[in-house]
């Protein structure tokens, strides 16, 4: 990286370190901060969506709909979420492509699944063998995006779903005495006074989606962690131009600090919205706001 | 225009699709120095066994790709078709053979060993010994009436010698050498190496035969013209164990 690293065995001190620290692999590591970041902040909205699909579903007075929102929900916290990243994601890949084989292989009679073995034509795999690299990461860092949103879909259906129920009756007749049709009382009064009630176990959610991020490494992405191990694992001579003992408590302790503050942070923002969405509801919260204002 | 856009379309896939068969994708580790493993100063794979896949597919006339993928998952991978070759240091074993192929080795069946805190380290009744998951080494372990500690990567069976959590650790002589090697005396060599497995191969799905052949044929080409012979030296040392 610098002028100075050309020779690493002739430094040392903290130039040694300034060369270490701009190396290939910790070029990766800092990356691999911005992925996970970048895994959490698409990961949780999509999941928040799901979530609020299943809780609206399995409210429904639709019965097939709401046996396909509870039956989401119920399948999916009853099962460890390890399955789900080994299992699922195999079996999703597997999906996509076995419909795209459908539309794209020319001989459709060979059979697919041979003893333990996927069989598609070329031209049916997701991406193509040929894809770019690039494309072939993006389409992992997809996959990875929506089992976990999937996964934490369903527990934030379930809290959304026990939120809709706190929301007080009374609010919802006296709308319903207005006049308003359900979508209505749904729209306008349901929906806004439910987040209050929900957002303790969402924010729950969210501090247990920041330190789930390490099971990324089973979907194939690189993620902090596994870049902690690799780089702070003892580095023999020769292959290695910048070899070193077992260095990976200081690694860790790094992510430790970062997901700390990653938390704390996350606490102060969670605690500013929990006021803000207290503000006039009929919770305890809301009348200590009240009861201060007076 | 709509069809001019759905020809060109066409085009390209039908363009895609014959291109397709000619990209092999090769699933390895990437934590097994110096089989395999991530160069420290440019952050990308190498080791032996890249350098060998890319000669060997040049010979074979196939544009390569190397793809990382943890050890647990690397054969499910591979059967589901995510790529079409593991070159992970992967040791040619009946067990293995039962769910997929293995082309001619390209490594000669090598000695495993032990390696302790110190030459006397218990490896016998009553040991620890800590070795990767489901490598042909841990198998061993487990019937050699020593207790097994399993770890996911190599790196962390050497970790678990060094603070005293297994007694000793087993595993490829090539890996763990180099390593006693460079510890300046605090990882010593326990009993006698054993011989396991029948070399390391490069994996297929069984019903790749026309891949296993080129392969076979390129690696059967590198054996007779002694360029294989010197790759091994380059990245394994004089000492190797030669065809």
Redesign the interface.
Known sequence: MFSWCADPSAISGLTWLSCFLTTGTHINFYWSFVTVLSVIAITAPLALLFGFGGAVAARSHVAPLSWLGRGYIAAVRGVPDIVYFLFFVIALDQGIEWTNRLFVCDDLSAPVWVGTEFRVCPEAKVPLATAAPAVQRAYNFGLAVFTFALVFGAFAANVLHGAMTAVPRAQLETAEAYGMLPRQVFRRVLVPQMWIYALPGLSNLWLILIKATPLLFLLGIQDIVYWAREIGGAKLPGNNPYPHGDLRLWYFLALLVFYLAFTRVSEIVLGRLTRRLAHGQATLGGDAQRKAAA | MKTLILTTALVA?TA??A???????IGTEG?Y??YN????????L??FEIELGNELCSRAGLTC?F????WD?II??L????Y?MIMAGMSITPEREQ?ITFTQNYVPPASSVYVGLSADANIGEGGVVAAQTGTIQAGFVAESGATLLEFA?P?ET??AV?NGEADAVFADGEYLL??VE?SGGELAQVGEPVQLGGGVGIGL???DEELKAKMDAAITAMKEDGSLNAMLEKWFGANVTRF
């Open positions: 896939l895609g699709a291109l397709a068969q000619e990209v092999v994708r934590a120095e110096p493993f991530i160069d420290q100063a440019t952050g990308e190498t080791g790709e793809v990382q993928n943890a998952s499910p991978n059967q589901s078709g995510n079409d769910v990567t790196d050497v970790a060094r180099p390593i460079g799905r069984d019903s």
